[in-house]
Antibody, heavy 122, light 107 residues
C-alpha cells in the first residue's frame, strides 16, 4: 500500500522560505503526476500546484506563481514544494497527493499524505 | 481558470436520509470531476472519480452523476460514518480547483 509522508513545515516569520518534502513508500511515483494542496485552518481545500510525472511541466494556482516552485526527484520517490517570501496568508496545512497516472484510469487525487503544517507569524 | 461552486455549504440531515450535494463548474470539465470526503483532523479521501466511478472500498450508498458543468453527489441512506465535509474538484487540466465544501451535520 502506497503511503505519502510530508515534512518540512514549521513556524516561520514573514518573508522567510521553506522547502516542503513528500516521500512515497510502498510504490513508485514515476508514472504519476503529483499535486500539492493546502488547507487554511477551519477552511476549505485549495489546490496549489502540480508537476507531471517526468517533471517536464509545472502548473500553479495564480497566487502561487512566482513564489512557489514544485519539483520532484523520481530516484528518491519524492516531491518538493519550495515557498519563498512566506506571507501570513500562506499559513495552512500542506498536503501532497498522488495525481494523474500516465496511461491510467483517469483517477484524481487518490492518495494523500497526512499533511505538514506551515505557520507564518511574526 | 475554471471555478467550482458547491451547494449547500451546510446540510443538516438524519441517519437514513437521502442526501444530495450539487457542484457547478464555470465552464465544461467534461467528465473530469471527483468527490472527496474529509473528516476533522484527517486528510481528504477520494470517493468518486470521472463523475461516477467509485473508488475502491467506497460504499455503494455513494453515487455521482452529471456531465459538463453540473454534477451531484448522492448518499442514498446517510450513515453515522458519513457526517463529514465533502468537496468536488475538477481535474480537466490545471489549475485543478476545488469547490468550497459541504459540511454534512447531524440534524
Amino acid at each position: 500500500e502506497v503511503q505519502l509522508v510530508e515534512s518540512g513545515g514549521g513556524l516561520v516569520q514573514p518573508g522567510e522560505s521553506l522547502r516542503l518534502s513528500c516521500v512515497a513508500s510502498g510504490s513508485t511515483l514515476d508514472n504519476y503526476y503529483m499535486s500539492w494542496v493546502r488547507q487554511t485552518p477551519g477552511k476549505g481545500l485549495e489546490w496549489v500546484a502540480k508537476i507531471t510525472h517526468d517533471g517536464s511541466e509545472e502548473v500553479y494556482m495564480d497566487s502561487a506563481k512566482g513564489r512557489f516552485t514544485i519539483s520532484r526527484d523520481n530516484a528518491k520517490n519524492s516531491v518538493y514544494l519550495q515557498i519563498n517570501g512566506l506571507r501570513v496568508e500562506d499559513t495552512a496545512m500542506y498536503y501532497c497527493a498522488r495525481d494523474w497516472l500516465v496511461d491510467g484510469a483517469g483517477r484524481a487525487l487518490d492518495v494523500w499524505g497526512q499533511g505538514t503544517l506551515v505557520t507564518v507569524s511574526s | 481558470d475554471i471555478q467550482m461552486a458547491q451547494s449547500p455549504s451546510t446540510l443538516s440531515a438524519s441517519v437514513g436520509d437521502r442526501v444530495t450535494i450539487t457542484c457547478r463548474a464555470s465552464q465544461t470539465v467534461f467528465n473530469w470531476l471527483a468527490w472527496y470526503q474529509q473528516k476533522a483532523g484527517e486528510a481528504p479521501r477520494l470517493l468518486i472519480y470521472k463523475v461516477s466511478t467509485l473508488e475502491t472500498g467506497v460504499p455503494s450508498r455513494f453515487s455521482g452523476s452529471g456531465s459538463g458543468t453540473e454534477f451531484t453527489l448522492t448518499i442514498s441512506s446517510l450513515q453515522p460514518d458519513d457526517f463529514a465535509t465533502y468537496y468536488c474538484q475538477h481535474y480537466y487540466g490545471a489549475p485543478r480547483a476545488f469547490g468550497q465544501g459541504t459540511k454534512v451535520e447531524l440534524k
